[in-house]
């Protein structure tokens, strides 16, 4: 049975105003506080990790080229030591599919652990509060900032803000297109005033990307616009890590001073400090149960864990837990969904690996002329006509030669002779394979076409085909 996720019992947090009779919720801006702690620090450390990979991968050299450049004009992508071409998309569609079921397995596991940790939305965010934070000062200094009237202090510290973040966004944009042109060919371009139409596009397209859902949209993005949040329950159970208010232990809530004895006060131990909602990036209150808006970055968890330490009182008062857990059951980490989503995981990403180990930089497709099943020649041989393409999917120009094999005699008319082929050409040429017709023992035989490479890397292609012919008795 899935967890449920419901509304909150009243509104969520104070970014939104319900006060008026409105089919929809006025929105008010979300000032998170700034918080603290283990799972604080994790997060942090993820948009490091994530930030330094993303700015910093696209300047990496490998054998004089881009380590990570995905050049759609030429169709090569190259990753590091790896160059693939169109005719790979297999293993793009493979790398979805393990991406795919990688959330599903995290998310049964541990909730929402991309969307707290890895993110976009909320990896830019961070980077966008921290600016905020460092220019108009904590929560409280920019929620009196923006009451306050416009004045030539408030101007200048808005105006710095937004500077900051365009030309944060702009870096942004400039580094997702320098993933698909070379990145130091941008960079002239942009020196130079030289950039191309497509590149000036989509560098403005994704600047303003950024700078509008990191900067202005927010916790929008996750509650209106992202679907992920719609149907996460559907991949949660009463044994999936959540963050959580522990209820029987937190209620009845209210103030008191430090030191005092829940018990003698007749509380829980929830002080109604409501700072898990000041921390709160989507502006929820968690103590109002599961929520969709939620996006698991654990904030309250961190901010409740300090509160109680003043308070000399256990932590765990919010935290990851379990459903199961809260209800006073055993939790079962490894369950029947886990262990499949385990499985099929590991199984495909096996296969992935052992088919980019096994992957063959030339591809040889055979289509047999249909005009005409076979055709008698010079000296009583049958012949079929072989139409091939050819694709090199090296980095290099090689040489091939192309045999056939699978019946006595076999003769392949090649015109070409040996074939040179460019780094991602498709070359196609035209064939005769000819045979004596008494070696033929039914209408249709098995033959191999082979194709070696004279060049590095030494490559042994064969390909199967049907030879067409008549049966002589």
Same mark, same amino acid.
């Given at each position: 049975?899935?967890?449920?996720?419901?509304?909150?019992?009243?509104?969520?947090?104070?970014? +939104? *105003?319900?006060?008026?009779? /409105?089919?929809?919720?006025?929105? !008010? &801006?979300?000032?998170?506080?700034? $918080?603290?702690?283990? =799972?604080?620090?994790?997060?942090?450390?993820?948009?490091?990790?994530?930030?330094?990979?993303?700015?910093?991968?696209?300047?990496?050299?490998?054998?004089?080229?881009?380590?990570?450049?995905?050049?759609?004009?030429?169709?090569?992508?190259?990753?590091?030591?790896?160059?693939?071409?169109?005719?790979?998309?297999?293993?793009?569609?493979?790398?979805?599919?393990?991406?795919?079921?990688?959330?599903?397995?995290?998310?049964?596991?541990?909730?929402?652990?991309?969307?707290?940790?890895?993110?976009?939305?909320?990896?830019?965010?961070?980077?966008?509060?921290?600016?905020?934070?460092?220019?108009?000062?904590?929560?409280?200094?920019?929620?009196? +900032? *923006?009451?306050?009237?416009? /004045?030539?202090?408030?101007?200048? !510290? &808005?105006?710095?803000?937004?500077? $900051?973040?365009?030309? =944060?966004?702009?870096?942004?944009?400039?580094?997702?297109?320098?993933?698909?042109?070379?990145?130091?060919?941008?960079?002239?371009?942009?020196?130079?005033?030289?950039?191309?139409?497509?590149?000036?596009?989509?560098?403005?397209?994704?600047?303003?990307?950024?700078?509008?859902?990191?900067?202005?949209?927010?916790?929008?993005?996750?509650?209106?616009?992202?679907?992920?949040?719609?149907?996460?329950?559907?991949?949660?159970?009463?044994?999936?890590?959540?963050?959580?208010?522990?209820?029987?232990?937190?209620?009845?809530?209210?103030?008191?001073?430090?030191?005092?004895?829940?018990?003698?006060?007749?509380?829980?131990?929830?002080?109604?400090?409501?700072?898990?909602?000041?921390?709160?990036?989507?502006?929820?209150?968690?103590?109002?149960?599961?929520?969709?808006?939620?996006?698991?970055?654990?904030?309250?968890?961190?901010?409740?864990?300090?509160?109680?330490?003043?308070?000399?009182?256990?932590?765990?008062?919010?935290?990851?837990?379990?459903?199961?857990?809260?209800?006073?059951?055993?939790?079962?980490?490894?369950?029947?969904?886990?262990?499949?989503?385990?499985?099929?995981?590991?199984?495909?990403?096996?296969?992935?690996?052992?088919?980019?180990?096994?992957?063959?930089?030339?591809?040889?497709d055979i289509i047999r002329d249909r005009n005409t099943l076979y055709r008698e020649v010079k000296g009583g041989l049958v012949?079929?006509?072989?139409?091939?393409?050819?694709?090199?999917?090296?980095?290099?120009?090689?040489?091939?030669?192309?045999?056939?094999?699978?019946?006595?005699?076999?003769?392949?008319?090649?015109?070409?002779?040996?074939?040179?082929?460019?780094?991602?050409?498709?070359?196609?040429?035209?064939?005769?394979?000819?045979?004596?017709?008494?070696?033929?023992?039914?209408?249709?035989?098995?033959?191999?076409?082979?194709?070696?490479?004279?060049?590095?890397?030494?490559?042994?292609?064969?390909?199967?085909?049907?030879?067409?012919?008549?049966?002589?008795?």
């Amino acid at each position: 049975m899935n967890t449920k996720i419901t509304p909150p019992e009243k509104p969520i947090g104070p970014d +939104l *105003d319900t006060t008026d009779d /409105s089919f929809y919720a006025k929105h !008010k &801006k979300v000032y998170p506080r700034e $918080v603290h702690g283990l =799972f604080a620090n994790l997060r942090i450390t993820g948009v490091l990790v994530l930030l330094g990979l993303y700015y910093g991968v696209p300047w990496m050299r490998w054998d004089n080229h881009q380590a990570v450049l995905l050049d759609l004009p030429n169709r090569k992508f190259h990753i590091f030591a790896l160059t693939f071409w169109p005719q790979d998309f297999f293993y793009f569609a493979l790398l979805l599919i393990i991406a795919a079921l990688s959330l599903f397995f995290f998310t049964a596991l541990a909730g929402r652990l991309w969307c707290g940790y890895a993110c976009p939305q909320t990896v830019w965010t961070e980077v966008f509060l921290w600016i905020e934070r460092k220019i108009e000062g904590d929560r409280s200094s920019q929620m009196k +900032l *923006d009451k306050a009237p416009m /004045s030539g202090n408030k101007f200048n !510290k &808005k105006a710095l803000k937004h500077a $900051v973040w365009i030309a =944060f966004s702009a870096y942004t944009g400039f580094t997702f297109v320098g993933y698909f042109t070379s990145i130091d060919v941008l960079w002239n371009g942009i020196l130079n005033f030289d950039l191309g139409p497509w590149e000036t596009f989509w560098i403005i397209f994704y600047s303003l990307a950024t700078y509008g859902n990191a900067g202005w949209l927010r916790e929008q993005v996750c509650i209106y616009m992202c679907p992920y949040a719609r149907f996460q329950s559907a991949m949660f159970d009463k044994d999936t890590l959540i963050i959580s208010y522990d209820d029987s232990r937190g209620e009845p809530r209210g103030s008191r001073k430090r030191g005092v004895d829940p018990k003698d006060a007749g509380l829980g131990d929830c002080i109604d400090c409501t700072l898990c909602v000041q921390v709160c990036p989507t502006g929820i209150d968690i103590r109002n149960g599961l929520q969709y808006q939620c996006i698991g970055c654990a904030a309250c968890v961190d901010v409740c864990d300090q509160v109680m330490d003043k308070m000399k009182y256990p932590r765990g008062l919010v935290r990851y837990t379990t459903e199961n857990t809260l209800n006073g059951k055993t939790t079962h980490i490894l369950r029947p969904r886990i262990i499949v989503y385990s499985l099929v995981l590991a199984s495909l990403f096996a296969a992935l690996v052992i088919a980019i180990g096994m992957r063959t930089p030339v591809e040889l497709d055979i289509i047999r002329d249909r005009n005409t099943l076979y055709r008698e020649v010079k000296g009583g041989l049958v012949e079929n006509i072989y139409n091939l393409r050819i694709i090199n999917m090296t980095n290099q120009a090689q040489r091939y030669h192309l045999g056939v094999t699978g019946l006595e005699g076999l003769v392949l008319e090649n015109r070409y002779g040996d074939l040179t082929v460019e780094p991602g050409e498709v070359q196609t040429i035209d064939v005769q394979v000819r045979v004596d017709p008494v070696v033929l023992k039914r209408p249709s035989s098995e033959i191999f076409f082979t194709l070696d490479s004279l060049d590095g890397p030494k490559i042994k292609l064969h390909e199967k085909a049907r030879f067409i012919g008549p049966v002589i008795h």
